[in-house]
């Protein structure tokens, strides 16, 4: 073998090892957001997956809030936005929750320590209500961030 197709060989094996990493993270995203969804027992949107140079998958989730949630018609809501980065080392996963940088260690099917992370965002959801709220009268859904965009 050349030293060009040893160097082809690493290339395809790094490339192969990259795309199998960034397949598992996705896997374990859809299986956490899907766990999110009965957790909250609502519908849970994600959107802007993306990996850096890193190799870590960054990503958002979308929350709606109605103040009437029977009647989400005709009711004024807001849309939570929460900022996440995941991260696959070895057999876990670390799961980043922006702007806290609260990491959490976690392995596929370990739903208890799934539910420390739900119950830790829905208690940041609650703070973000504790205050008074502006809103526009003309404007019958508002978005909240809770954290940073990676686009900003």
Aim: with cysteine; aromatic share 18%; charged share 30%.
């Amino acid at each position: 073998m050349s030293r060009f197709e040893e160097l082809c060989q690493a290339y395809a094996l790094a490339k192969q090892k990259t795309k199998s990493s960034r397949d598992a993270c996705r896997k374990f995203a859809d299986s956490f957001i899907s766990g999110m969804k009965d957790y909250f027992q609502a519908p849970i949107e994600t959107q802007d997956e993306r990996f850096d140079e890193q190799g870590l998958m960054h990503f958002e989730t979308y929350l709606n809030l109605y103040e009437n949630p029977k009647n989400p018609d005709n009711s004024c809501s807001e849309v939570v936005v929460v900022y996440w980065s995941l991260e696959k080392i070895l057999d876990n996963y670390i799961l980043t929750i922006y702007p806290w940088m609260n990491e959490f260690k976690l392995f596929e099917n370990e739903w208890d320590k799934f539910e420390l992370v739900y119950e830790f965002i829905f208690e940041r959801i609650k703070e973000a209500y504790l205050d008074q709220i502006t809103w526009s009268e003309k404007e019958k859904i508002t978005v909240r961030k809770l954290g940073w965009s990676f686009n900003d």
